[in-house]
């Protein structure tokens, strides 16, 4: 039998259906990204802080070490680069940045490969031992460091050589070499402690971004706009052609029909003087034309423009008009908004895209990327 009770028909149950499973769907994604991602902040944090080597591991690599100096990494194959043009590197620092995305395993444009071997971090250099010889960058003289966004290259400035060189790594070791040379760094200039700071502040910062369960929706929420074929944006088209279609009228300004049909009679040949002569006068005599109707101004945007400053009807206060930016918005968002798909697993903030839909992504790279870019921001 099926479910009327107080809330009416049955499809207010299967858009509570419908809306339930897209929420769970979208917060199960959310969760997973943001648990992924919390592990990796916490294994960096147990990195940082038991990452030690010992003389013992360079036992085999044709590498002397000094009295104090031990290995603590090492990685079989690597290339050595250098860049052909002048540049100025910036100044090495111990930010921890989060991985933007894969890297592509591409040499950039200006950098050759001039040997290949085995690259060693020890806690006073980076060694590269090469089929050609062997390349020292120590800590101590490094004026510049980069690390390229898209590619595996590392790029090192040191004060006795003026042609920048640097590494070439296979993509899938290079973020953990540049962890590991940052902490080999930071031990060198006795800020380790200083990284690990960095790490727990991140991690603090990722627990206040751990997506909530959404609140279960009801046949009771069901709005008839969403029984309508496009929901909320076929009601708002059809409500502007509604607005225009008379604005549209009345700047034609059509003449009036009665007026037409005098004047017709006007110009219609009289009949002769000889048939009534006392008659003929009064029967052609026209009335004169009625005043046309004077012209309505066309409304002024501001008239026509609602509440909210374009933003839809919603009762969470949401609108377009500038003010707080929303980086927790509430469970019920999507109800009123177009969310883009996987809305939840966003970091950031409320923004509206070109194409209407709305990402919780503000603020990022990647906002909207899919869907012709961020138009504006919606606020509170």
């Given at each position: 039998m099926a479910k009327t009770e107080s809330t009416g028909s049955t499809w207010r149950y299967r858009w509570a259906h419908r809306q339930n499973v897209r929420r769970v769907s979208t917060y199960r994604g959310a969760e997973t990204a943001w648990r992924r991602r919390d592990d990796e902040l916490r294994q960096l944090r147990a990195l940082a802080a038991d990452f030690q080597g010992s003389a013992a591991a360079g036992a085999g690599l044709a590498l002397e070490?000094?009295?104090?100096?031990?290995?603590?990494?090492?990685?079989?194959?690597?290339?050595?680069?250098?860049?052909?043009?002048?540049?100025?590197?910036?100044?090495?620092?111990?930010?921890?940045?989060?991985?933007?995305?894969?890297?592509?395993?591409?040499?950039?444009?200006?950098?050759?490969?001039?040997?290949?071997?085995?690259?060693?971090?020890?806690?006073?250099?980076?060694?590269?031992?090469?089929?050609?010889?062997?390349?020292?960058?120590?800590?101590?003289?490094?004026?510049?460091?980069?690390?390229?966004?898209?590619?595996?290259?590392?790029?090192?400035?040191?004060?006795?050589?003026?042609?920048?060189?640097?590494?070439?790594?296979?993509?899938?070791?290079?973020?953990?070499?540049?962890?590991?040379?940052?902490?080999?760094?930071?031990?060198?200039?006795?800020?380790?402690?200083?990284?690990?700071?960095?790490?727990?502040?991140?991690?603090?910062?990722?627990?206040?971004?751990?997506?909530?369960?959404?609140?279960?929706?009801?046949?009771?929420q069901a709005r008839l706009s969403s029984f309508v074929p496009g929901g909320r944006r076929s009601i708002a088209v059809a409500a502007a052609i509604a607005l225009l279609v008379p604005a549209a009228l009345i700047e034609s300004n059509p003449s009036d029909p009665r007026g037409g049909a005098e004047v017709a009679a006007a110009a219609t040949p009289a009949p002769t003087v000889s048939a009534a002569p006392a008659r003929i006068g009064p029967a052609l005599a026209l009335k004169p034309p009625p005043p046309k109707p004077t012209k309505s101004p066309r409304p002024s945007p501001s008239a026509t423009q609602g509440p909210r400053c374009g933003a839809p009807e919603n009762p969470l206060g949401y609108d377009f008009c500038g003010g707080t930016r929303i980086r927790k918005p509430a469970a019920e968002v999507c109800d009123w908004f177009d969310c883009v798909p996987q809305f939840w697993a966003g970091r950031g903030y409320l923004v509206q895209c070109r194409d209407g839909s709305v990402s919780l992504a503000g603020g990022r790279s990647t906002a909207c990327a899919e869907h012709q870019g961020v138009r504006r921001t919606i606020t509170k």
């Open positions: 070490l000094a009295a104090d100096e031990v290995v603590l990494w090492v990685l079989p194959a690597a290339q050595l680069v250098e860049v052909r043009h002048t540049a100025v590197l910036p100044a090495p620092d111990l930010t921890v940045a989060p991985r933007t995305g894969p890297l592509r395993p591409r040499r950039p444009d200006g950098v050759r490969v001039t040997d290949a071997g085995m690259a060693v971090i020890t806690s006073r250099r980076l060694v590269l031992l090469g089929g050609r010889g062997r390349r020292d960058w120590a800590y101590g003289r490094i004026t510049g460091l980069s690390h390229d966004p898209a590619a595996p290259v590392t790029l090192i400035q040191v004060l006795d050589r003026r042609r920048i060189s640097g590494l070439l790594l296979p993509t899938d070791a290079a973020p953990d070499f540049r962890f590991k040379l940052t902490l080999a760094f930071a031990d060198a200039i006795e800020q380790r402690a200083a990284v690990i700071a960095q790490l727990d502040e991140l991690i603090a910062e990722h627990a206040q971004l751990k997506p909530f369960r959404p609140a279960a929706a009801t046949p009771g």
